[in-house]
């Protein structure tokens, strides 16, 4: 963890000069993704310009009507349908009057998911060109990870390549109520401790926005397992900083180097006394390998999987059904909080 201003937080990593200094930026992402699984990335490329924009047509679409955006597609996790309007996830039933609102894109044949163009006017055209443009961070990122595992550079090109018929990586924007007026339970979360499914996931906070945590084990690093249970000895903050991307780990990555990259649990909780009470954004994207892809390593620490089956085990893991075949991962789900793939052999779940 670095001190900046008196936060600790996850290291920066700075992505300037990447081909000559590729070696360095390997290093040092390398040493970030084993040990806490999180980073940030600055001078990575995206104009801030166009950040601020895509910011911007999120907060007028959050404000669209309710019916309007019922109307759109709503994603579905039951149908692996990951397009569209998801409404709002309370965060405590009964006890918290807030929620937690997405809207997604993949890439794909996705004009259905965009609300009329005078309803939001730029609203397409900038999610369209912001997306377009994480490819060329997440590719030296991933080159960066490849090299530094001992893989050919481009290994993981192909396999996190959109432009593939069976790539879905996703992109969700997020917009959290402001919380001003009310009442929560201590420690409730707006989203729960979680690892994310991807190669990397890139996000983009907005200033004054707090909650984003990672898990710690005894050492500061990253949260290890014992006996196949979920330890988590501390949370650390991941702060807004201006002009970063946060990037961490996802289990994927995490199976494809033997467990060597951490995929660590995160969460976002709600606002502590004297945090920001107003309205949060932030934008998420998940780099997902191919569903055809078999995720392993060379060590075969894992048990090989598709990136598809592997989805059906954590969309359980997480109250979702994705298909009907999934009652010998029934033990591997009751401890699907082991830091790792909660994949299964012979119906145990593999540790980290
Ligand atoms: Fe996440």
Redo the contacts with the bound molecule.
């Keep these: 963890m670095a001190i900046d201003a008196g936060i600790e937080h996850p290291p920066i990593v700075d992505l300037s000069n990447y081909e000559e200094r590729k070696e360095e930026i390997t290093a040092q992402l390398m040493h970030a993704a084993t040990t806490s699984g999180f980073f940030y990335v600055k001078n990575h490329g995206v104009p801030q310009d166009l950040i601020d924009r895509e910011f911007e047509v999120n907060s007028r679409y959050f404000k669209l009507p309710e019916e309007v955006t019922a109307s759109l597609p709503q994603v579905n996790w039951a149908k692996h349908e990951l397009l569209g309007h998801e409404p709002c996830n309370k965060v405590s039933e009964g006890v918290v009057r807030e929620g937690h609102f997405k809207w997604w894109d993949t890439h794909k044949v996705a004009d259905s998911a965009y609300p009329e163009e005078k309803l939001v006017p730029g609203f397409k055209q900038t999610t369209k060109d912001f997306m377009g443009a994480m490819p060329n961070v997440y590719d030296r990122i991933l080159s960066c990870f490849a090299l530094g595992l001992g893989y050919p550079e481009g290994f993981f090109k192909e396999a996190s390549d959109v432009r593939d018929s069976d790539n879905y990586s996703v992109f969700v924007v997020n917009y959290y109520p402001k919380t001003e007026g009310i009442t929560w339970k201590p420690d409730t979360n707006r989203?729960t401790p979680?690892?994310?499914e991807t190669l990397v996931?890139l996000?983009f906070t907005s200033p004054g926005s707090a909650g984003l945590e990672l898990a710690a084990g005894k050492d500061g690093k990253a949260v290890d397992s014992q006996q196949g249970h979920y330890q988590v000895e501390s949370w650390h903050p991941c702060p807004h900083i201006p002009g970063c991307i946060v990037v961490?780990v996802g289990d994927s990555l995490q199976a494809w180097s033997d467990g060597v990259l951490k995929s660590n649990y995160?969460r976002v909780r709600m606002p502590k006394p004297g945090e920001p009470t107003g309205e949060r954004y932030s934008m998420?994207y998940f780099v997902w390998p191919r569903y055809k892809d078999i995720i392993q390593g060379p060590q075969k620490k894992y048990p090989g999987i598709t990136f598809a089956r592997f989805m059906d085990v954590k969309s359980k893991g997480f109250g979702y059904t994705l298909s009907p075949e999934l009652e010998v991962f029934e033990d591997a789900q009751n401890r699907n909080v082991v830091l790792g793939m909660p994949i299964v052999s012979d119906g145990i779940a593999a540790a980290s």
């Design positions: 989203i979680h690892t994310d996931t996000l961490n995160h998420g």
